[in-house]
């Protein structure tokens, strides 16, 4: 059974960083681009980033580019997202996704993050 | 404000159809044959239950079927049953690195 468990939401204050873990278990990570995607509290979805399976491509959504970065560690079959200058904009539920081809096939729970003083 | 266009909500008796729809452009549903339809209980992990469209992964019902007709894409949902009430949301792949997700529907069963 696919399995993607998001851990590292948290309270945190405008401008400081924050980094989410995505565990992933029931498949073979390295087989497998993964992205993020979150929703905003009363907003819709939105997608925020995406990694090529072998680390070798990255993208943003221009709403993070420049703040967000993106990785995985394939032996610990583990992505991450650092967030840096947090924003209140910021403050969602964060999913880690799975995605074959150009389908998100396995979505995580997700984790909150809210931006606040 | 959502990318794509679906309605706040539905509500249908048991062993009604429903159809939910997901208004987009032809820069993304009318563009592609990429749409997804999820289902989601608060709280619980996104369930995918349409991908391309219309085809549906191992495991999902065949009440649960997918239509697209220009740059609008449609769930129905056959034979309601009081299980299938949670939100439902799509989403369309829009070209390179960019997709588009709807509002979400919450889906009521009478």
């Known amino acids: 059974e696919v399995q993607l468990v998001e851990s590292g939401g948290a309270l945190v204050q405008p401008g400081r960083s924050l980094r989410l873990s995505c565990a992933a278990s029931g498949f073979t990570f390295d087989d497998y681009a993964m992205h993020w995607v979150r929703q905003a509290p009363g907003k819709g979805l939105e997608w925020v980033s995406g990694i090529s399976w072998n680390s070798g491509g990255t993208a943003y959504a221009d709403s993070v580019k420049g703040r967000f970065t993106i990785s995985r560690d394939n032996a610990k079959n583990s992505l991450y997202l650092e967030m840096n200058t947090l924003r209140a904009e910021d403050t969602a539920l964060y999913y880690c996704v799975r995605i074959a081809g150009v389908v998100f096939d396995y979505w995580g729970q997700g984790s909150l993050v809210t931006v606040s003083s | 404000q959502s990318a794509l266009t679906q309605p706040a909500s539905v509500s249908g008796s048991p062993g009604q159809s429903i159809t939910i729809s997901c208004a987009g452009s032809?820069?993304?549903?009318?563009?592609?044959?990429?749409v997804s339809w999820f289902q989601h209980h608060p709280g619980t992990a996104p369930k995918l239950m349409i991908y391309d469209v219309n085809k549906r992964p191992s495991g999902v019902s065949d009440r649960f079927s997918g239509s697209k007709s220009g740059n609008t894409a449609s769930l129905t949902i056959s034979g309601l049953q009081a299980e299938d009430e949670a939100d439902y949301f799509c989403?369309?792949?829009?070209?390179?690195?960019?997709?588009?997700f709807g509002g979400g529907t919450k889906l009521t069963v009478l």
């Open positions: 989403c369309s792949y829009a070209g390179t690195n960019n997709w588009l």
């Open positions: 032809n820069s993304d549903v009318g563009g592609y044959n990429f």
